[in-house]
């Protein structure tokens, strides 16, 4: 089954516990995205990725690094958590060369920072 | 830069009711739009899509029509459904930059 897949689900941490969500797919995408989602903002990107060792900032980049080493794989790491990091946030893939533009999300991952 | 915005919510409807969500687009090219649903607990799914002017995207019912002289793509349905109760995104994509609007909570009660 052609998925997108984001561990954990659920986190609750402290500020400054640095911590790394992860997040895999399955449909050979090059296309990689974390978003976050916020009342009334709708999905703001962090990062994207346009194949391996291409990363490049979203719109809401601070606090947040990506890596890109394998293409399946899009990790999102929070080096030092702060409160206004609490969010639900969203991976995403597309077969950006084809064209589609269509994106797949994972189910989320609801953090807080307390 | 590009940008969507689409109505505020939320919506709430009878079931059998008809639906629109209205959303306006600003881009510099020439744009694909999207509508993505959420359903509670669950990622964003691919509702419909169109990606050039005068397409009509439709899926289960859903319908928009990408119109480029009013920059628009307003989604609508004939008769909803409970099943149809989730929080609705328009969206578009133009080159590299994918843009979501805020999201509009539509409720149908039975």
């Known amino acids: 089954e052609a998925q997108v897949t984001q561990n954990p689900r659920y986190l609750i941490t402290v500020t400054g516990k640095k911590l790394t969500v992860t997040c895999s797919q399955n449909?050979?995408?090059?296309?990689m995205s974390w978003y976050r989602q916020d009342p009334g903002l709708g999905l703001r990107q962090i990062y994207y990725?346009?194949?391996?060792?291409?990363?490049d900032k979203g719109d809401v980049p601070e606090g947040y690094k990506v890596s890109r080493k394998e293409k399946r794989n899009f990790p999102l790491i929070l080096e030092s958590p702060s409160p206004n990091q609490t969010s639900l946030y969203f991976c995403a893939s597309s077969d950006w060369t084809s064209g589609s533009n269509i994106q797949y999300f994972g189910a989320g991952t609801r953090l807080s920072v307390l | 830069g590009d940008s969507v915005t689409q109505m505020e919510g939320p919506v709430t409807l009878s079931e059998e009711a008809f639906l629109t969500i209205n959303c306006t687009y600003t881009?510099?090219?020439?744009?694909?739009l999207f509508w993505y649903v959420q359903y509670p607990g669950e990622g964003l799914q691919l509702l419909l899509k169109?990606?050039?002017?005068?397409d009509k995207g439709s899926n289960k019912g859903f319908e928009a029509t990408y119109r480029k002289e009013t920059t628009s793509f307003h989604l609508e349905k004939g008769s909803v459904q409970v099943s149809d109760s989730a929080v609705y995104f328009c969206?578009?994509?133009?080159?590299?930059?994918?843009?979501f609007g805020a999201g509009t909570r539509l409720t149908v009660k039975p």
């Open positions: 990725s346009m194949n391996v060792e291409v990363t």
């Open positions: 969206a578009l994509s133009d080159n590299n930059d994918m843009r």
């Open positions: 169109a990606t050039k002017a005068d």
């Open positions: 881009a510099t090219g020439y744009p694909s």
């Open positions: 449909m050979n995408h090059e296309y």
